[in-house]
């Protein structure tokens, strides 16, 4: 019965992500921050790891090489709002959005500072064109969380590493745990906490990738999980059809019978969904 179980709840899919941000109020150099990035490309290379990196918005007009880079590498770039202000609230939520779409209509995705954000982000994100919303939620697996909206539940990152409540061993054992644990896994870093004890820390995450390519999972970007659950394609094993009691209540979301309804018209498309349907 437990090998059923382990079974049913192996993980089908791993995003990677990196939260761009060169954090000047935390002291580290942008140029160190580069490096970061320079180390975290190098290895997804290496590995054929496809990863999202959420960049402040800002960054697209002081560094646009740095964007350049990035998407040349082969890799997806998203919004993590466009200053990241270090007393974010919600008088900054829609206006930051706003911001990020006038330097770039191409990013598909958002992702908020400190996973703070209310039902005006959801809807300003839905009215300008994103697709997907990475934040930390009580589910564990993709679902709309407003109109096609797709919220992607993250599951962890590397915060806890740099304030000190785990070891660089602890974070690798976390990671193997939401393997073993759940069928969709977000995973990310930030750069600032990279540019402290650089060597160690990519050293670890290098392993944490091998990990995922020899487990055979199947490693996407966070526009292709939102793609694949909104085709269908994410296996549903009736854990998405329960709504959890979140202080971020979400009175617009689509009720799941029309969700799924839409996944088996849209399935036959899905090729051809991203360009006309979702854009």
């Given at each position: 019965?437990?090998?059923?179980?382990d079974?049913k709840?192996?993980v089908?899919m791993?995003?990677f992500?990196?939260?761009?941000?060169q954090?000047?109020?935390l002291?580290?150099?942008p140029?160190t921050?580069r490096?970061?990035?320079?180390?975290f490309?190098?290895?997804?290379?290496?590995y054929n790891?496809?990863?999202?990196?959420?960049?402040?918005?800002?960054l697209?007009g002081?560094?646009?090489?740095?964007?350049?880079q990035i998407i040349d590498?082969?890799?997806?770039?998203?919004?993590?709002?466009?200053?990241?202000?270090?007393d974010?609230n919600p008088k900054?939520?829609?206006?930051?959005?706003?911001?990020?779409?006038?330097?770039s209509?191409?990013p598909?995705?958002?992702?908020?500072?400190?996973a703070?954000?209310n039902?005006n982000?959801?809807?300003t994100?839905?009215e300008?064109?994103?697709?997907?919303?990475?934040?930390?939620?009580?589910?564990d697996e993709p679902?709309?969380?407003?109109?096609?909206?797709?919220?992607?539940?993250i599951?962890?990152?590397?915060?806890p590493?740099?304030?000190?409540?785990?070891t660089?061993?602890g974070w690798?054992e976390?990671?193997?745990n939401?393997?073993k644990t759940?069928?969709y896994?977000?995973?990310?870093?930030?750069d600032?906490?990279f540019c402290?004890?650089m060597?160690?820390?990519m050293?670890v995450?290098?392993?944490i990738?091998?990990m995922?390519v020899?487990?055979?999972?199947?490693l996407?970007?966070f526009?292709?999980?939102?793609?694949?659950f909104?085709?269908?394609?994410f296996?549903?094993d009736g854990?998405?059809d329960?709504i959890s009691?979140h202080?971020?209540?979400?009175?617009n979301?689509?009720?799941?019978y029309l969700?799924n309804?839409?996944?088996?018209l849209?399935?036959?498309?899905?090729?051809?969904?991203?360009?006309i349907?979702f854009?």
């Open positions: 019965m437990n090998n059923t179980s079974k709840r192996q089908r791993i995003t992500f990196h939260d761009i941000e954090n000047s109020e002291n580290v150099e140029n921050c490096q970061v990035v320079n180390g490309l190098a290895l997804e290379k290496k790891v496809p990863a999202t990196y959420n960049v402040v918005g800002k697209f002081q560094q646009p090489d740095l964007i350049k590498a082969g890799q997806e770039v998203a919004f993590h709002s466009y200053n990241h202000q270090p974010w900054y939520y829609a206006d930051e959005i706003h911001l990020c779409r006038r330097v209509n191409s598909r995705g958002y992702r908020s500072p400190r703070q954000w039902q982000t959801l809807k994100l839905w300008l064109g994103f697709l997907w919303s990475a934040e930390d939620d009580v589910r679902y709309f969380i407003y109109e096609g909206l797709v919220r992607l539940p599951s962890g990152d590397d915060w590493l740099y304030v000190g409540h785990i660089v061993d690798l976390s990671f193997a939401f393997m759940r069928r896994v977000a995973f990310g870093t930030h600032f906490v402290h004890s060597e160690e820390r050293c995450y290098e392993s990738l091998k995922a020899e487990n055979q999972a199947r996407v970007t526009s292709k999980a939102a793609d694949l909104r085709c269908g394609e296996p549903n854990s998405l329960t009691s202080e971020n209540s979400h009175k979301r689509l009720p799941m969700v309804i839409g996944r088996r849209l399935k036959p498309f899905r090729s051809f969904s991203k360009k349907l854009r």
